[in-house]
Protein backbone atom coordinates (compact mmCIF):
# COMPACT_ATOMS: atom_id res chain seq x y z
CA UNK A 1 0.00 0.00 0.00
CA UNK A 2 1.31 3.23 -0.92
CA UNK A 3 1.51 6.53 1.37
CA UNK A 4 -0.59 8.64 0.16
CA UNK A 5 -3.46 5.34 0.69
CA UNK A 6 -1.87 4.87 4.29
CA UNK A 7 -2.47 8.86 4.89
CA UNK A 8 -5.90 8.71 3.61
CA UNK A 9 -6.66 5.96 5.81
CA UNK A 10 -5.17 6.91 8.79
CA UNK A 11 -7.22 10.40 8.63
CA UNK A 12 -10.32 8.47 7.98
CA UNK A 13 -9.98 6.66 11.18
CA UNK A 14 -9.13 9.94 12.85
CA UNK A 15 -11.94 11.54 11.78
CA UNK A 16 -14.09 8.23 12.89
CA UNK A 17 -12.66 8.24 16.10
CA UNK A 18 -12.99 11.69 16.62
CA UNK A 19 -16.86 11.55 15.38
CA UNK A 20 -17.78 8.61 17.85
CA UNK A 21 -15.92 10.26 20.81
CA UNK A 22 -18.51 13.46 19.93
CA UNK A 23 -15.40 16.11 20.07
CA UNK A 24 -15.49 18.57 17.56
CA UNK A 25 -13.67 17.44 14.05
CA UNK A 26 -11.39 18.46 11.23
CA UNK A 27 -13.28 21.24 9.99
CA UNK A 28 -13.72 24.86 11.65
CA UNK A 29 -17.49 26.32 12.04
CA UNK A 30 -16.61 29.07 14.52
CA UNK A 31 -16.62 31.75 11.79
CA UNK A 32 -20.51 31.29 11.65
CA UNK A 33 -21.26 31.80 15.13
CA UNK A 34 -23.18 34.44 15.76
CA UNK A 35 -26.62 36.16 15.79
CA UNK A 36 -27.10 37.26 12.02
CA UNK A 37 -29.68 39.85 10.80
CA UNK A 38 -30.96 40.76 7.27
CA UNK A 39 -33.03 43.52 6.78
CA UNK A 40 -35.55 44.51 3.62
CA UNK A 41 -38.30 46.56 3.67
CA UNK A 42 -40.55 45.39 6.57
CA UNK A 43 -38.70 41.68 6.85
CA UNK A 44 -36.01 40.64 9.29
CA UNK A 45 -34.92 37.00 8.46
CA UNK A 46 -32.10 35.98 10.86
CA UNK A 47 -29.94 32.86 11.88
CA UNK A 48 -28.56 32.31 15.16
CA UNK A 49 -25.41 29.99 15.20
CA UNK A 50 -24.09 28.58 18.40
CA UNK A 51 -20.65 27.55 18.17
CA UNK A 52 -19.32 24.34 17.68
CA UNK A 53 -19.05 22.24 20.61
CA UNK A 54 -19.08 18.29 20.75
CA UNK A 55 -18.73 17.56 16.70
CA UNK A 56 -22.17 19.88 16.53
CA UNK A 57 -22.74 23.35 15.41
CA UNK A 58 -26.63 24.52 16.31
CA UNK A 59 -28.76 26.98 14.44
CA UNK A 60 -32.22 28.12 14.39
CA UNK A 61 -33.87 31.01 11.85
CA UNK A 62 -37.06 32.94 12.03
CA UNK A 63 -38.37 35.17 9.37
CA UNK A 64 -41.14 37.97 10.47
CA UNK A 65 -42.71 40.31 7.60
CA UNK A 66 -44.26 43.30 8.99
CA UNK A 67 -43.95 42.34 12.72
CA UNK A 68 -45.67 39.08 12.09
CA UNK A 69 -43.58 35.65 12.21
CA UNK A 70 -43.87 34.24 8.49
CA UNK A 71 -41.38 31.37 8.78
CA UNK A 72 -38.67 29.67 11.10
CA UNK A 73 -36.26 27.06 10.17
CA UNK A 74 -33.98 24.46 12.24
CA UNK A 75 -30.52 23.87 11.08
CA UNK A 76 -27.42 21.98 12.31
CA UNK A 77 -24.33 20.69 10.80
CA UNK A 78 -23.39 17.69 11.98
CA UNK A 79 -20.57 14.67 11.61
CA UNK A 80 -21.75 11.39 9.84
CA UNK A 81 -18.92 9.09 9.59
CA UNK A 82 -16.81 11.86 9.58
CA UNK A 83 -18.32 14.07 7.32
CA UNK A 84 -19.82 17.34 7.85
CA UNK A 85 -23.48 17.78 6.60
CA UNK A 86 -25.71 20.80 6.86
CA UNK A 87 -29.46 19.64 8.07
CA UNK A 88 -31.74 21.67 7.86
CA UNK A 89 -36.03 21.61 9.46
CA UNK A 90 -38.08 24.73 7.56
CA UNK A 91 -41.26 24.90 9.26
CA UNK A 92 -40.31 22.30 11.66
CA UNK A 93 -40.55 19.42 8.45
CA UNK A 94 -38.55 16.32 8.45
CA UNK A 95 -34.71 16.95 8.21
CA UNK A 96 -32.76 17.56 5.05
CA UNK A 97 -29.21 16.54 4.76
CA UNK A 98 -26.66 18.78 2.74
CA UNK A 99 -23.56 16.93 2.48
CA UNK A 100 -20.14 19.07 2.86
CA UNK A 101 -18.78 19.08 -1.01
CA UNK A 102 -16.31 21.96 -0.29
CA UNK A 103 -14.83 24.21 2.65
CA UNK A 104 -12.18 27.19 2.37
CA UNK A 105 -11.02 29.45 5.13
CA UNK A 106 -14.63 30.71 5.93
CA UNK A 107 -16.61 29.46 3.93
CA UNK A 108 -18.76 26.29 3.36
CA UNK A 109 -20.53 24.47 0.75
CA UNK A 110 -23.22 21.36 1.07
CA UNK A 111 -25.09 19.71 -1.21
CA UNK A 112 -27.76 17.14 -1.66
CA UNK A 113 -28.56 16.67 -5.45
CA UNK A 114 -31.64 14.49 -5.30
CA UNK A 115 -33.12 17.24 -3.23
CA UNK A 116 -35.22 19.12 -5.37
CA UNK A 117 -34.82 22.99 -4.41
CA UNK A 118 -32.75 23.95 -3.10
CA UNK A 119 -29.83 21.49 -4.19
CA UNK A 120 -27.08 23.52 -2.56
CA UNK A 121 -26.52 25.48 0.62
CA UNK A 122 -23.51 28.18 1.26
CA UNK A 123 -21.99 30.59 4.02
CA UNK A 124 -19.10 32.52 3.61
CA UNK A 125 -18.18 35.29 6.15
CA UNK A 126 -17.70 38.56 4.95
CA UNK A 127 -16.18 41.59 5.80
CA UNK A 128 -19.30 42.75 7.09
CA UNK A 129 -20.99 40.10 8.13
CA UNK A 130 -22.54 36.63 6.86
CA UNK A 131 -23.06 35.54 3.30
CA UNK A 132 -25.51 32.75 2.58
CA UNK A 133 -27.19 31.27 -0.57
CA UNK A 134 -29.30 28.49 -1.32
CA UNK A 135 -29.32 27.38 -5.27
CA UNK A 136 -30.84 24.69 -7.37
CA UNK A 137 -33.27 24.83 -10.50
CA UNK A 138 -36.23 26.84 -10.26
CA UNK A 139 -39.84 26.08 -11.49
CA UNK A 140 -38.85 27.15 -15.14
CA UNK A 141 -35.38 24.92 -14.66
CA UNK A 142 -33.03 27.38 -14.83
CA UNK A 143 -30.45 27.87 -11.99
CA UNK A 144 -32.15 29.93 -9.24
CA UNK A 145 -29.94 31.85 -6.48
CA UNK A 146 -31.18 33.07 -3.36
CA UNK A 147 -28.79 35.10 -1.52
CA UNK A 148 -28.77 36.51 2.09
CA UNK A 149 -26.61 39.33 3.25
CA UNK A 150 -26.67 38.97 7.05
CA UNK A 151 -25.07 41.55 9.52
CA UNK A 152 -24.34 41.42 13.07
CA UNK A 153 -27.92 41.54 14.95
CA UNK A 154 -28.22 44.40 17.54
CA UNK A 155 -29.27 42.65 20.06
Not at 13 to 20: G, I, K, N, P, Y
Not at 76 to 84: D, F, S
Not at 95 to 113: H, K, M, Q, S, Y
Given at each position: MNTNKLMAMGLG????????SGKTLVHDFTWM????CQKHEGTVIEEQWLKPSGGLVVGMGRTVK???????????????????????????AP????????????????????HDFPKRVEYRRTQGGLHAQI?????????????????RCAD
Open positions: LACLTAASAGHWNGEATGFEFQRIEYREGTPYYVAQPGGPVAFRLTAIGDGWARFENPSAGPGKDGKEKVIPFEYL
